[in-house]
């Protein structure tokens, strides 16, 4: 059963730039027909798509996010990492990793990680 | 950017009742939405994806509907833990975007 956990700093400060690795475990990245997607939530707002890579490497983005946000696979290919950069506290939010996958429900994110909470504060 | 308008905000009702969430696109994303249900500490959950098909696992009582712009939500007999918030999610040229959730309460 594929898994999805995120990982990284809890506490970055402004103008730096917020790194998270997301760690698939019982599958892999590089299988054919899955989105690994990065998606945020401000408290008590509804959840915000970041960005995501497509198992060939293509990306694709928020367009607000988009000049500030790379994703990337690791050469593992068991792990995909989030950049964001010159962050502020606006960035502070509960960010996920999720997958869709496009053979079984092409428009949702049907595997979720755990989520993890990023603070940006001096 | 497509805007997603869920209604109503809060839906106060009681076990065994029907529950009938909307969400409403600012143009046309065909049948790409899906729904969502998300408890306090925990990620969201697919529930519907396609505007109407269920997702795994995911309980009989639910069913969505719609299409264009007009979509709904409903839970036939909400069970004690349907009691959550609930969101839409669509997925077009324009982008992909989630709407502002509808929480259900007792």
């Known amino acids: 059963q594929v898994q999805l956990q995120e990982s990284g700093p809890g506490l970055v400060k402004p103008s730096q730039t917020l790194s998270l690795t997301c760690t698939v475990s019982g599958g892999s990245i590089s299988s054919a027909g899955y989105y690994w997607s990065w998606i945020r939530q401000h408290p008590g707002r509804g959840p915000e798509w970041i960005g995501y890579i497509y198992y060939n490497g293509d990306t694709y983005f928020n367009p607000s996010l988009q000049s500030r946000a790379t994703i990337s696979v690791a050469t593992s290919k068991t792990q995909f990492s989030l950049k964001l950069a010159s962050v502020t506290a606006a960035d502070t939010a509960v960010y996920y990793c999720?997958?869709?996958?496009?053979?079984?429900?092409?428009?949702?994110?049907?595997?979720w990680g755990q989520g993890t909470l990023v603070t940006v504060s001096s | 950017e497509v805007v997603l308008t869920q209604s109503p905000a809060t839906l106060s009702l009681s076990p065994g009742e029907r529950a009938t969430l909307s969400c409403r696109a600012s143009?046309?994303?065909?049948?790409?939405l899906a729904w969502y249900q998300q408890k306090p500490g925990q990620a969201p959950r697919l529930l519907i994806y396609e505007a109407s098909s269920r997702a795994t696992g995911i309980p009989a009582r639910f069913s969505g509907s719609g299409s264009g712009t007009d979509f709904t939500l409903t839970i036939s007999s909400l069970e004690p833990e349907d009691f959550a918030v609930y969101y839409c999610?669509?997925?077009?040229?324009?982008?992909?975007?989630f709407g502002g959730g509808t929480r259900v309460e007792i």
């Open positions: 999720a997958r869709v996958d496009i053979n079984s429900a092409p428009t949702g994110f049907d595997l």
């Open positions: 999610q669509q997925r077009s040229n324009w982008g992909l975007t």
């Open positions: 143009r046309s994303v065909s049948t790409f």
